[in-house]
């Protein structure tokens, strides 16, 4: 089966290439990089020629108004346009978990915007919503010009590797469509801040840390169900003491974090 991944020389839309490859499917990856532009359109109908299933791995490369709404506006509109005109069966969309709640925030404001327009066209799809990556903690620390103690919530986050995250993708693009919509999480319950610390001990960053229940993240403020995932989500099955220890190069280390929060049907 043809599943073209846009995106698909990202983080996340890599590995998807990767898994699907890997599975005996003919995985593209459309991407700038490969003369593809989802923004003006450009290359998407060669790409999409024979392609049986679409994955949209696409992110914006501004987070802010007006930037980021503009984005995801425009892409997706090209995006289903070009889909339908190619016979897509099946677009399996890359959305965040908690995005109906963090509308204070312009990135999210934007991905409800794509999610609606996905919802309201014509075409078979499957909207993922993926709790944060174990690799985005590193992405919440300060600059280390910036000396003074980073607040951070101490909302509850259930994050999840990257490869863990594209092969439960891989897995919903090859499978015969079903539910509308999915969710995707990591195996245990954290707090946001600790995992930021630990984050930063390993790179040896002393600045502290602080437990702020009115620190933002990107403009919204948290709750402790904002991003954790529904009953019935698919999980991923690595570890973020385990993600962390494997990316610290050249040290053997056993990390010992917290203990992960309990959330119903997770071992402790």
Known sequence: MKIV?????GLIGSRVVEHLAAQGHEAVAASRRSGVDVLTGHGLAAVLVGAQVVVDASNAPIFEDPQVGDFFQRAT????????????????ALSI???PYLQDSAYFRAKAVQEGLIRQSGLRSTLVRATQCHEFMAQL??????RQALHLSPAKVQPVAADDL???VAQVAAAVPGRRRVQIAGPECHRLFELVEWVMYF???????????DARYYGALLKDTTLTPEPGALLGTTRFADWLASHVPGRLLQVHLPDPLHVPGLAR
Do not use: F, K, S, Y
């Open 97 to 99: 978990v908690g995005t």
């Open 77 to 92: 509109t090209q995006l289903l346009a070009a889909c339908e005109r190619a016979g897509v069966q099946h677009l399996v």
């Open 5 to 9: 991944v846009i995106g698909g020389h």
């Open 141 to 146: 620390v300060a600059p280390l010009a910036v």
């Open 203 to 213: 790179n040896q960053d002393d600045r502290p840390v602080v437990a702020d229940p």
């Open 166 to 168: 594209a092969g439960l």
